[in-house]
């Protein structure tokens, strides 16, 4: 496993040996990338706003369990899972200024630069609350979700050049490996085939919940990357992973920032996140203003983006001047 933390001496030499991780394993651990006071602010943050989000998925809860499309256990009346809730990503980011450096934090930007591209952005922003489950349920169901890859649209990609996203966990509260932390398989962003993910536990199998007789623990060539709080664990999407059950004594906390090119089209909740950011005057920065999606550092891209959007015909916010290359066609680093 790479653990490589951002202390180390020598920065260029120290990306370099990121990216070279990341290739060959499809991950690396950032240590401390939050600490000491913004670490505390985030997490003070973090705890409002878990408590807003688990009135509704208490009350979910409440009126009992229902069973989405693919089978997986859900909180009826919420969006929410049996296991665990997500949080209106603006209800976090809103509250403090060390929750938007978190999104674009320069210990995170050289590594994204270097991988995904000089013009990354963030798609998805996700805040997760995972609950401690018992031990008859780890044993019974496993994690919340089961081994998966988060994209296998992008063949051609895998040794041409960057990925098409790299997704980051920052972690807010310590994870061992017992704390639903996340597990994966080195180096199985590349694999041509695909593991037998239909006979290990976890949720969201549907109709193969059934064929699940196997640990996820059992899975060949698993590493449980474990991480404490204030670190991040980035991956290339293609990696498969999974998260393992957490059977430890309280909430795993994490923010879950998928980030893409920046002619990608970010979704609504991200949007509406931006406008609000931008509105208060918090996306100050080339940094912010680049991931949160309202205009690149690199200046190839001279269209206005949704968060700016004039609702003039004539701004265009599909088309955002930065087109991937043909597949087949190398591309850089």
């Not at 597990?183 to 037998?196: I, K, L, T, Y």
């Not at 290359?325 to 850089?332: A, F, S, T």
């Amino acid at each position: 496993m790479s653990t490589l933390p951002e202390t180390a001496p020598g920065a260029e030499a120290l990306l370099d040996d990121q990216v070279d991780a990341y290739k060959r394993d499809g991950f690396v651990i950032i240590e401390d990338v939050l600490q000491g006071d913004e670490l505390a602010r985030v997490q003070t943050v973090f705890d409002k706003a878990q408590a807003r989000a688990r009135v509704d998925w208490e009350a979910g809860r409440a009126r009992g369990k229902g069973v989405s499309e693919n089978g997986e256990y859900y909180a009826s009346g919420t969006w929410h899972a049996r296991k665990y809730f997500d949080i209106y990503p603006l209800h976090l980011l809103e509250q403090d200024d060390a929750a938007v450096e978190m999104i674009a934090h320069p210990r995170l930007f050289p590594f994204l630069s270097a991988t995904v591209g000089a013009d990354v952005q963030a798609a998805t922003i996700q805040l997760r609350v995972l609950e401690p489950q018992t031990a008859a349920d780890a044993q019974e169901e496993g994690g919340y979700v089961n081994w998966h890859r988060d994209h296998s649209n992008d063949e051609a990609w895998r040794y041409l050049g960057p990925p098409l996203n790299t997704k980051v966990i920052v972690y807010l509260t310590d994870v061992g490996p017992d704390d639903g932390c996340t597990a994966c398989v080195p180096g199985s962003h590349r694999f041509d085939h695909r593991p037998d993910h239909t006979l290990y536990k976890g949720m969201g199998g549907g109709e193969n919940q059934a064929t699940k007789v196997k640990d996820q623990r059992d899975m060949p060539g698993m590493v449980a990357a474990t991480a404490k709080a204030g670190s991040a664990f980035l991956f290339n999407t293609r990696l498969w992973h999974t998260t393992l059950p957490n059977t430890g004594t309280r909430d795993r906390w994490c923010v879950l920032t998928l980030y893409c090119p920046f002619y990608q089209k970010q979704p609504g909740v991200t949007v509406e996140a931006a406008v609000a950011l931008e509105a208060a005057g918090q996306l100050n920065t080339p940094q912010r203003r680049q991931l949160f999606g309202l205009e690149p550092m690199t200046g190839v891209n001279g269209f206005k983006r949704l968060a700016q959007h004039s609702g003039n015909d004539g701004d265009d916010r599909i088309f955002k001047g930065v087109r991937p290359p043909k597949l087949g066609e190398r591309i850089g680093r």
